[in-house]
C-alpha cells in the first residue's frame, strides 16, 4: 500500500512547525542562554557598568519571543491533527490551550525571576562617595552583603552594621534603565577610574533560607523532603501564586501575552479545521474559509442529477440526486416520448440514499439513487421528480435521455447509424478544458467516459468542493436543452438532455495507488455502474464494471491498482468475455494508470504487473483499442501483441494503446513527434486532447483533437 497523499499533507503540516519549533528553541539556546547573566552575576564589562542595561531587556524580550513562537509551532502541529480529522477539533483546542497558555505563563514566572534578581541591586565602592544602605522595591528592611578584597576585605567577614564606610544597593527599575541611580553620579562612564567593584545580587543571597524576603517566587520554597504528590500540590498552590505575583508585577506584558497564547490557542485550530489540498490547480482551503464562499448546493433545490452507465444500457440507467435536505423518498414520473401515451407516466419511487456527513462537516448532503430499468432500447424518455424531505418536497426541472441502441447494425426499424462517445481524464478545468467541452459538446455524444483523476481531490473529504465544481463543469457542457411536449401537446416546454458518464478510478480519487474502499471518500458514492449497486454497501461496490454498447461492442472500465490489482481483476474479465453476452463483441477498455506509458518505464510495478496479467486476456480477446490515462500526455503506440510489436505481414492485429490523459492539465500544446521514441510508441507530445470515437457495423474510428479543434491523430478498426 502507498502512502495516501493525505496523510503525506498531514505529515507536511506536522512535522514542519514541529521542525521550526526546535528550531526556535535551538536558537534561544545558542544564542540568548547565557547562563552567568541569568544566574546574577553578569561577567561583561559594559553590562556590569548599566551600558548594556536596555540590552538585557531586549535579550528578555526577544527570549520571550522565541518560546512563544516555538510553543505556536507546537499549536500547529497538534491543529494538524484535527485538520485531518485524526482527533475533533474541540479536543485540539483543549491540548492547545493547555500547551501554549501554561508554557506563556511558566516562561513569563521564570523570565521575569531572571529580571528581577538581576535588577535588584548594583553594588558599588567608590573612593569618593559616602556609602548607605537601601533597600530595594518589595524589601522592608536594608539587606547587607559580605565584601572583602585586597582593598575592601573581599572575602572577610564585615559584620552588616560596621558599614560605616558603607555600602550602596541601588534598585533598578524596569520602566528606568538609563543608568540614573540613588546615590550615583550619571556623569560615570565605562571609563571612570573611581570604580572599583561592582555586583549584583546573587541567587545566595536572593534565596537565602535567612532571610525570609529574599523569595521572590514560591517555587524556590519546597521542601525536598515532601512526598511526590504532595510536592505536586504544592507547586499547583505555589505555580498560582508565582502566576498571581507575576502579573503583579508586569500586568500588562503579562495579561497581554496570556491573552494572545488563549487567542492563537482558541484561533489556530479552529482556522485550520477541515483543511483541503486540491491539485491541478493547487487550491487550499479550510472551513474557516470556505464559509465565505457561495457552496454549489443551496437549500431546498436539486444541487445536481446525472445519470450513470449501467451494464445494460439499452434497457436501464441509473440517476443520481444530491439534495442538501434529507430525503426520505424520491418520486420519478418516467414518460417514453417515442410511444402514443406518452401523457401517461411511469410512476417510480425510490427510498434508496447516502448521507454524506461522515466526509462532508461543512454543510448537509445527500445521494439519492434511483435505478431505472425495464426500459425499451434506443427510447427517448422524459423525466422529472420529487425529492421528499422534512422540510418539505423539492421540485425538480425536466430532463430527458435516450437507451442505447441493442442492434448490431444500422438496418433495423429506429436503429442510429452510429454511435459516439468522449473519452478524456486527468481533468484540469482552465481555457483548455474547456475549449474542448466545447467540441464535446458539438460532438453530440451519447456517452461521457473519464478515466480517472476526475477532481483531483486527493482522497481529502473537506475538498468536495472541487468534485461539486467537476460534476458542474461536466453537466453544463455535455447536457443539451432541448423542447419537449407539454401537457398540451405543444413544443414550448425547456428540457434538459442529460449524457449518461462511465468513469474509471484514478489514484486522485484513492488519494493514491493500492488502497482501500474506506479510504475513498466520493467516487464509490457518487457513481453508480450496476443496478442493485443502491442496496449494497460502499465497500461492496466494484471498481470495475462492463457495459454494452451499440454495434456489437463493449467497453470495460477496470482499476489500475487503485483498490484492485489488476490480477485480481483477471479471472472476473476472462469470465465475462467468454460468456454468451460478450464473447462476440468487439472489446473496448478504459482504466486510468497506462500499461504502456507515454514517459514512463515499463518496468514500474503497476505496468509490470498488467503484462503479466491483463495483457495476455487482451491479446487473447483481440481488443482493438485500449483507452489509457495518468500521464497528462497524448500519445498513440503502435499495435503490441504480447508485449512485441505485431508483425503486419500477419492475422494478429494487436491492441493499439491510446491517452494518455490531458484534459486541460498540460501546461503546453505541441505537435505529436513521431521520431526519436519508445520502440512501442508511434506519436507523443505535450499537448491537452480529446477521443473522439465513433462506432458503426463496420468500423470503429478514434480521432484526437487539441484545443484548437485541431486533428492531431486518426485510427480505425475494421471489424
Not at 425499451?376 to 423539492?394: A, L, R
Amino acid at each position: 500500500m502507498e502512502i495516501p497523499y493525505k496523510v503525506s499533507y498531514f505529515l507536511i503540516f506536522s512535522i514542519v512547525p514541529f521542525m521550526g519549533a526546535i528550531l526556535l528553541l535551538f536558537i534561544r539556546f545558542l544564542f540568548f542562554e547565557d547562563k552567568d547573566y541569568i544566574r546574577g552575576y553578569n561577567t561583561n564589562k559594559k553590562a556590569r557598568l548599566g551600558i548594556d542595561s536596555n540590552g538585557g531587556t531586549l535579550s528578555f524580550k526577544i527570549q520571550l519571543v522565541l518560546l512563544i513562537l516555538s510553543m505556536v509551532g507546537l499549536v500547529f502541529t497538534l491543529s494538524a491533527f484535527s485538520s485531518w480529522n485524526y482527533l475533533p477539533v474541540g479536543f485540539t483546542i483543549i491540548l492547545s490551550i493547555m500547551l501554549l497558555v501554561f508554557f506563556t505563563i511558566y516562561q513569563l514566572i521564570t523570565q521575569f525571576e531572571v529580571e528581577r534578581k538581576k535588577r535588584i541591586f548594583k553594588v558599588r565602592n567608590n573612593k569618593n562617595k559616602n556609602y548607605f544602605v537601601t533597600s530595594p522595591n518589595g524589601f522592608s528592611s536594608p539587606i547587607g552583603i559580605e565584601m572583602g578584597g585586597p582593598n575592601s576585605g573581599v572575602g572577610t567577614n564585615v559584620d552588616n552594621n560596621r558599614s560605616k564606610k558603607e555600602i550602596l544597593l541601588e534598585s533598578l527599575n524596569i520602566e528606568n534603565n538609563n543608568g540614573n541611580s540613588n546615590g550615583i553620579d550619571n556623569n560615570e562612564n565605562e571609563e571612570d577610574k573611581n570604580i572599583d567593584l561592582e555586583y549584583t545580587a546573587s541567587d545566595q543571597i536572593l534565596n537565602s533560607p535567612k532571610n525570609e524576603n529574599g523569595y521572590f517566587f514560591y517555587k524556590n520554597q519546597i521542601d525536598p523532603k515532601l512526598s511526590i504528590k504532595d510536592k505536586f500540590k504544592t507547586r499547583v498552590i505555589y505555580f498560582i501564586k508565582d502566576t498571581t505575583s507575576t502579573i503583579q508585577y508586569t500586568p500588562k506584558l503579562s495579561l497581554s501575552l496570556i491573552g494572545l497564547a488563549l487567542f492563537l490557542a482558541i484561533f489556530i485550530p479552529l482556522a485550520f479545521e477541515g483543511v483541503c489540498i486540491c491539485s491541478h490547480p493547487m487550491a487550499v482551503s479550510t472551513r474557516f474559509s470556505r464559509r465565505f464562499q457561495e457552496s454549489y448546493c443551496k437549500d431546498m433545490d436539486v444541487c445536481f442529477a446525472y445519470l450513470t452507465l449501467t451494464e445494460d444500457p439499452s434497457s436501464s440507467m441509473i440517476l443520481q440526486i444530491h439534495t442538501r435536505n434529507k430525503p426520505s423518498k424520491t418520486r420519478v414520473a418516467l414518460y417514453n416520448m417515442d410511444s402514443g401515451s406518452s401523457k401517461i407516466p411511469i410512476e417510480w419511487e425510490s427510498s434508496y440514499f447516502i448521507s454524506m456527513s461522515d466526509v462532508i462537516k461543512d454543510e448537509p448532503r445527500y445521494i439519492s439513487y434511483v435505478e431505472f430499468n425495464y426500459l425499451f432500447e434506443y427510447t427517448n424518455y422524459k423525466f422529472n421528480f420529487t425529492v421528499e424531505t422534512k422540510d418539505g418536497p423539492i421540485e425538480s426541472e425536466n430532463y430527458s435521455f435516450r437507451t442505447f441502441s441493442n442492434h448490431s447494425n444500422s438496418s433495423g426499424t429506429g436503429s442510429p447509424k452510429d454511435f459516439r462517445f468522449v473519452v478524456g481524464g486527468d481533468v484540469s478545468i482552465n481555457g483548455d478544458a474547456k475549449d474542448l467541452a466545447k467540441q464535446g459538446h458539438k460532438f453530440k455524444p451519447d456517452l461521457l467516459i473519464v478515466g480517472g483523476d476526475i477532481a483531483y481531490e486527493d482522497g481529502i473529504g473537506s475538498c468536495y468542493r472541487r468534485w461539486d465544481e467537476k460534476i458542474k463543469f461536466f453537466t453544463k457542457y455535455f447536457s443539451y436543452k432541448e423542447e419537449g411536449d407539454s401537457s398540451d401537446g405543444e413544443k414550448n416546454e425547456k428540457v434538459t438532455r442529460l449524457t449518461p458518464l462511465l468513469m474509471s478510478i484514478g489514484n486522485h480519487e484513492g488519494g493514491a495507488f493500492f488502497q482501500t474502499h474506506k479510504q475513498i471518500p466520493f467516487y464509490f458514492k457518487y457513481f453508480l455502474f450496476n443496478i442493485g449497486d443502491s442496496k449494497k454497501a460502499i465497500t461492496d461496490r466494484l471498481s470495475y464494471h462492463i457495459h454494452k454498447l451499440p454495434f456489437n461492442t463493449s467497453m470495460t472500465s477496470l482499476d489500475s491498482c487503485v483498490v484492485t490489482p489488476w490480477d485480481q481483476q483477471t479471472q472476473w474479465l476472462d469470465s465475462q468475455w467468454s460468456s454468451d453476452k460478450y464473447a462476440n463483441t468487439n472489446k473496448l477498455v478504459v482504466y486510468h494508470h497506462p500499461i504502456y506509458e507515454s514517459w514512463g518505464h515499463l518496468g514500474a510495478t503497476i505496468p509490470k504487473l498488467a503484462q503479466q496479467t491483463i495483457v495476455p486476456i487482451f491479446d487473447r480477446y483481440q481488443v482493438p483499442f485500449a483507452y489509457e490515462n495518468h500521464e497528462h500526455l497524448f500519445k498513440r503506440t503502435k499495435p503490441l501483441y504480447n508485449n512485441q510489436l505485431v508483425n503486419s505481414t500477419g492475422n494478429i492485429t494487436g491492441t493499439t494503446y491510446v491517452g494518455d490523459g490531458s484534459w486541460g492539465i498540460s501546461y503546453i500544446n505541441e505537435k505529436p513527434a513521431t521520431e526519436y521514441l519508445p520502440w512501442y510508441l508511434h506519436k507523443r507530445s505535450f499537448c491537452n486532447h480529446l477521443w473522439f470515437t465513433t462506432i458503426n457495423e463496420k468500423k470503429i474510428k478514434l480521432e484526437a483533437y487539441d484545443p484548437d479543434g485541431n486533428l492531431l491523430d486518426s485510427i480505425e478498426y475494421i471489424k
